[in-house]
C-alpha cells in the first residue's frame, strides 16, 4: 500500500524543538516532492515547506524561515522536518504530503496528490 506515514508530533514549551518524519511506503520517496502543511484550530491548512526533489530548492513560508528546516534521506525513504525555536502560534496539525512533481515550484500546495495522516503539535508554556 502506498501512503505516508509521519511520526515525531508531541507537546513542548515555547523555545523547545520537535523532529517530525514523513516515511514514505510503497513508492520511493524521491519520486515526487515533499511538503510540509500544518492546519491550526480554526484556520485552512496552509503550506509551510517543501522539498524538491529535482533542482533540491527548499521552499519555506514566512513565519518558519529561520526555525525550521526539511530534508530528505533517501536511503531510509524519509522526509524530515526539523523545528526549533518553537512558539505557541506554531500549534496544529502537520501534514506530510506528495506533490505532483518532482520540483516543488510556488505553487506547491496545490499540486498535493497525497497526505499524510497527520500529527498533532502542541506548544504551551
Known amino acids: 500500500q502506498v501512503q505516508l506515514v509521519e511520526s515525531g508530533g508531541g507537546s513542548v514549551q515555547p523555545g523547545g524543538s520537535l523532529r517530525l518524519s514523513c516515511k514514505s511506503e510503497?513508492?520511493?520517496?524521491?519520486?515526487?516532492?515533499i511538503a510540509w502543511f500544518r492546519q491550526a484550530p480554526g484556520k485552512e491548512r496552509e503550506g509551510i515547506s517543501c522539498f524538491s526533489v529535482g533542482d533540491r530548492k527548499r521552499y519555506y513560508s514566512d513565519d518558519i524561515r529561520g526555525r525550521f528546516t526539511i530534508s530528505m534521506d533517501t536511503a531510509e525513504n524519509t522526509a524530515t522536518l526539523q523545528m526549533n525555536d518553537l512558539r505557541v502560534e506554531d500549534t496544529a496539525v502537520y501534514y506530510c504530503?506528495?506533490?505532483?512533481?518532482?520540483?516543488?515550484?510556488?505553487?506547491?500546495?496545490?499540486?498535493?496528490?497525497?497526505w499524510g495522516q497527520g500529527t498533532q503539535v502542541n506548544v504551551s508554556s
Open positions: 504530503a506528495r506533490i505532483t512533481r518532482t520540483n516543488c515550484g510556488d505553487d506547491y500546495a496545490t499540486r498535493v496528490g497525497s
Open positions: 510503497g513508492r520511493p520517496i524521491y519520486y515526487n516532492a
